[in-house]
């Protein structure tokens, strides 16, 4: 199986470029989108999907610790010596 | 009616003193360039046939801050360029005249103008001095850098590996050359055409620069199961056309890497057999002798890159 070419590649962005504007504007419901689903995963490989897909959820975890804060996670307990 | 026309003057002079305290230099200048000419000491003073219009403009200065960019002052008064030596000494007595007849206005003029001009002569040294520190500084960074990447030492070894012509090619080769050089695989989905597409604009924007020699673009595969010849060409011929695609047995294709210390690890296999493999996105510049210069990451834009690329080059050829 050969790589995409260029105009493949630009097709696979495309096709997840409207996927992701389309959550974006359904706050996430992946129900409501779901020929962009279909088109996304027919335009790009399927290592492809799995990896644009978790991009998306790395994307979205980014933007809620930017926004919303995070704890910081607790350091190593002190050992009892 | 001459008095009254220098008591004018003189009120407009002073005004002009007060808009230069309070800040005002436009009404400074204004005020002071409005001032009637002095006939009387015209009069006494255009003693020389050489140039009488000029005289009497350099007579005129003194009294009226005629300020022509030419008339550039000093503690002597304004004298005109074209001015032949004799006439240097016009002015002072000019003013000696001027002095003898309003020494406020004057003397609170030249005084003016002097402190003017001091102050643009301090501030513009200082300026100066600023610009040459902070260029030197700027300097030694970058010296101190390329020293230690110098240290680090990477790309010192030898590489073999195939063109995506098939011909072979080792370090050597490119040897004289400066070399963009970035690791990568076919299969990628989205960030080593980014990674290349970028590096073109590089290499086409430098390419427009006569003066500097040519960069050759290199794309190394870490992906050597997958990307051999045939596929490299496919694959490079969709970015800068001086971009040479490299491949090879993995053993070639991992000595190079790890002379770069290149991280790569091929992800699991799905039921077609694709993977994505994760490595080390970085751009390394090699200067002619095969040094490791300088490495920039996703953060930084083909501008500047090609910025930092063209301060490389200038320092190269200064050492």
């Not at chain 2, 500084?137 to 995506?164: P, T």
């Not at chain 2, 924007?205 to 010849?229: C, G, H, I, M, Y």
């Not at chain 2, 002798?289 to 190269?316: C, T």
Request: aromatic share 10%; proline share 5%.
């Amino acid at each position: 199986m050969s790589a995409p070419d260029s105009k493949q590649r630009k097709a696979c962005w495309g096709t997840r470029d409207e996927l992701w504007k389309c959550l974006d504007y359904n706050q996430d419901n992946a129900a409501s989108c779901e020929k962009f689903q279909k088109e996304f995963e027919a335009s790009c490989p399927a290592q492809w999907v799995k990896y644009f897909t978790k991009r998306r959820d790395f994307l979205k975890y980014k933007e809620k610790m930017q926004t919303e804060g995070f704890e910081p996670a607790a350091g190593p307990k002190e050992s009892q010596s | 009616m001459f008095s009254v026309g220098s008591m004018l003057c003189l009120e407009r002079r002073m005004l002009g003193l007060v808009g230069f305290i309070g800040g005002d230099l436009h009404a400074t200048f204004g005020r002071l360039l409005r001032c009637p000419v002095r006939s009387s000491a015209v009069q006494k003073t255009s003693g020389s046939t050489h140039h009488p219009q000029r005289v009497w403009l350099s007579s005129q200065v003194p009294l009226c801050g005629h300020h022509t960019p030419k008339h550039r002052t000093g503690l002597y008064g304004p004298f005109t360029l074209g001015s032949s030596r004799g006439l240097l000494s016009l002015p002072l007595f000019t003013q000696r005249v001027t002095l003898s007849q309003g020494p406020n206005t004057s003397t609170a003029k030249i005084r003016l103008r002097t402190r003017l001009v001091v102050t643009l002569l301090f501030g513009g040294g200082l300026l100066g001095t600023w610009w040459y520190v902070r260029n030197e500084k700027r300097q030694n960074h970058r010296m101190q850098r390329i020293e230690q990447l110098k240290k680090v030492a990477l790309g010192q070894g030898d590489f073999s590996l195939l063109d995506h012509r098939g011909h072979r090619r080792t370090k050597r080769d490119f040897l004289g050359s400066w070399v963009l050089l970035y690791f990568g695989f076919t299969h990628c989905p989205d960030i080593c055409p980014e990674e290349l597409d970028k590096v073109s604009a590089v290499v086409s924007s430098l390419d427009k620069d006569r003066s500097l020699p040519a960069v050759q673009p290199l794309f190394v595969t870490v992906d050597p199961e997958r990307d051999n010849v045939a596929a490299l060409e496919r694959y490079v011929k969709d970015f800068h056309p001086r971009l040479i695609g490299l491949t090879g047995t993995p053993e070639e294709v991992k000595v190079a890497g790890k002379d770069y210390r290149v991280y790569a690890s091929p992800g699991p296999k799905d039921e077609d057999g694709d993977y994505i493999v994760d490595h080390t996105i970085l751009i390394y510049l090699v200067n002619p002798d095969g040094l490791f210069l300088d490495y920039y990451n996703r953060m930084k834009d083909d501008v500047q890159i090609a910025e930092s690329v063209r301060n490389h080059m200038k320092s190269y050829v200064k050492l």
